[in-house]
């Protein structure tokens, strides 16, 4: 009895050389054993090299195309080549998209401080009238430099031409026209450097009626005094 087989196979002989060999319609006699010979498996290429060797071939053919009909080539035709790279040696697969960082922290706004400027004071028949500007616009304008009135953060003690002192809190400021008073994390400061002085507190007795009107103007009055008294003897 007779067998008829197709069999294509890679022969892989003891000597180590591979060749194909493709028998059709091979008869095989009743009682005669056909040696198999020995199979190996294909080695399969990866997608992206086998899309490489694809993209290559294109573009060849296109090549080839386009030198025959007398035109020399373009580079548009080797567009994906160019722009993938792929003779670089060193070419790899792209890596994972890398974040932005995130912007660094808005910095805190920077707190506004205030300030009065006395820029001049006039002597009127009835009062002194200070001009005074400020950061705030309820602080700016021309003002009566009487005593108690309220200008800015305080209150004025006493007003000549030369200047005035304001009263802020415990403290008595030196105020001469020209000069600025500015706000700090400790109350408020002069730029000229003028001396700040604290109106002493009276100390109230048990037998003394509860004043603090009659306390505390005396004391404060006297420093006024010695402000005033100074800040002539400066202008002289």
């Known amino acids: 009895m007779n067998r008829t087989f197709h069999h294509q196979a890679e022969l892989v002989p003891p000597h180590g050389i591979t060749f194909h ?99 001049g004071i006039l002597l009127g028949e009835d009062a002194i009238i200070g001009f005074v500007s400020s950061s705030r616009a309820e602080w700016t304008g021309a003002f009566t430099l009487a005593q108690g009135q309220e200008i800015g953060p305080g209150r004025i003690g006493i007003a000549d031409t030369g200047g005035v002192t304001l009263i802020i809190g415990d403290a008595i400021m030196d105020w001469p026209v020209g000069t600025q008073l500015e706000e700090a994390d400790d109350g408020w400061r002069s730029t000229e450097g003028r001396a700040t002085l604290t109106a002493p507190k009276a100390t109230p007795s048990l037998t003394d009626p509860p004043s603090n009107a009659s306390s505390e103007a005396p004391a404060a009055n006297d420093v006024l005094k010695r402000l005033m008294e100074r800040r002539r003897k400066e202008s002289k």
């Open 21 to 119: 060999h493709q028998r059709d319609h091979v008869t095989q006699p009743a009682g005669f054993a056909l040696e198999e010979p020995v199979l190996r498996n294909r080695p399969v290429l990866p997608a992206s090299t086998r899309t490489v060797l694809l993209t290559m071939t294109a573009s060849f053919l296109a090549l080839c195309a386009v030198q025959g009909a007398g035109t020399p080539p373009s580079m548009e035709a080797f567009g994906i080549i160019v722009d993938r790279n792929v003779f670089d040696p060193g070419r790899s697969r792209p890596g994972p998209p890398v974040k932005a960082p995130l912007p660094p922290p808005a910095p805190e706004p920077v707190k506004q401080r205030d300030h009065l400027h006395l820029t």
